[in-house]
């Protein structure tokens, strides 16, 4: 079993930055492929962003440019670092952990683990 848990939320203002970290449990971390998800209210969760063991990393083109993910192996974390926010990024953000080493995924049923999510509001 991973344990996933993602901090870092909070309100920030349009135009702002946020950085996000996810820590997840195991052994095994620098072989896990990582990645951040988001829910709105009444919407599906979308994805946000992925890394895999290489640090091989792929976004939506919404989102390219103003999201960068980032690992630390030795501490077990990944972090979203998201800039230029907007209202419209105002979400659950979620992490999904794929214990195993693959190419960087973007379909929320290739994670095995969850966090609990972390909530981002972005004001105008």
């Known amino acids: 079993q991973v344990q996933v848990v993602e901090s870092g939320g909070g309100v920030v203002q349009a135009g702002g930055s946020l950085r996000l970290s996810c820590t997840a449990s195991?052994?095994?971390?620098?072989?896990?492929?990582m990645g951040w998800f988001r829910r709105t209210p009444g919407k599906e969760r979308e994805f946000v962003a992925t890394i895999n063991w290489s640090g091989s990393a792929m976004y939506p083109g919404s989102l390219k440019g103003r999201f960068t993910i980032s690992r630390d192996d030795a501490k077990n974390t990944v972090f979203l670092r998201m800039d230029r926010l907007e209202p419209g990024d105002t979400a659950v953000y979620f992490c999904?952990?794929?214990?195993?080493?693959?190419?960087?995924?973007?379909?929320?049923?290739?994670?095995?683990?969850w966090g609990q999510g972390t909530q981002v509001t972005v004001s105008s």
């Open positions: 999904g952990a794929r214990p195993f080493r693959s190419d960087p995924l973007d379909r929320e049923r290739s994670y095995t683990y």
């Open positions: 195991g052994r095994t971390f620098d072989d896990y492929t």
